[in-house]
């Protein structure tokens, strides 16, 4: 599965969008992006996931660029209860088993 | 709620025991993972089955084992612990493999 890369840490004011960004620029054809997030200790949560064109879903919305070498989450209106690490994950969807967890964003979305 | 069900949520014991975590899938759900998540190492994918069979084994040590049975639900036991193994170990499953996987709330096993 190809690696990607994410901002360590990010803020986000209440209320307003929060835009997180991957970098998966050794992406294969036939991976998709997945998103999960993770709030304080609790199980990773699954987000949405894509393969090339854009998404959207009750939670958030997923924009993959057009070369796929990168991608950003929309939560289009951060709360409190969105405070999360969050998780891009590259991988192969047929025969697929587990899922790379690298070290994610952790966002923080500020009163 | 993922509809995934894990006990017990905490668990307490000394070295040299042995424990068995429990998982029940989503209905409809074939596939079982197992993930431990320690403070130093992230999310680790253990092992993974499929409709009662094993499907891959990430870095799951000897001492640790895992299997499905016929009703789907996972245990996943752990022998001979050692301080290290404390971590939060969850459970996640899916339609089947290469879908999305929905996690359980974690077991946290302290051992002492």
């Known amino acids: 599965d190809a690696k990607t890369t994410q901002p360590p840490s990010m803020d986000c004011a209440e209320g307003r969008a929060a835009n997180l960004p991957c970098n998966h620029s050794t992406i294969s054809g036939n991976e998709y992006v997945y998103w999960y997030r993770q709030i304080h200790s609790q199980g990773p949560q699954y987000i949405i996931h894509g393969l090339k064109n854009n998404e959207t879903n009750e939670m958030a919305s997923l924009i993959i660029t057009e070369d796929r070498k990168s991608s950003t989450l929309i939560l289009p209106h951060a709360t409190l209860r969105d405070t999360a690490v969050y998780y891009c994950i590259v991988r192969v969807a047929i025969g697929a088993n587990n899922l790379f967890f690298g070290t994610g964003t952790r966002l923080t979305v500020i009163p | ?112």
């Open chain 2, 1 to 112: 709620d993922s509809g995934v069900t894990q006990t017990p949520k905490h668990l307490i014991t000394a070295t040299g025991q042995r424990v068995t975590l429990r998982c029940s899938p989503r209905s409809g759900d074939l596939s079982v993972y197992w993930y431990q998540q320690s403070l130093d190492q992230g999310l680790q994918f253990l092992i993974h089955y499929y409709n009662g069979e094993e499907r891959a084994k990430g870095n799951i040590l000897e001492r640790f084992s895992a299997q499905q049975f016929p009703d789907l639900h996972s245990e996943l036991n752990l022998s001979s612990l050692e301080l290290g193994d404390s971590a939060l170990y969850f459970c996640a499953s899916s339609v089947a493999p290469g879908f999305e996987q929905y996690f359980g709330p974690g077991t946290r096993l302290t051992v002492t």
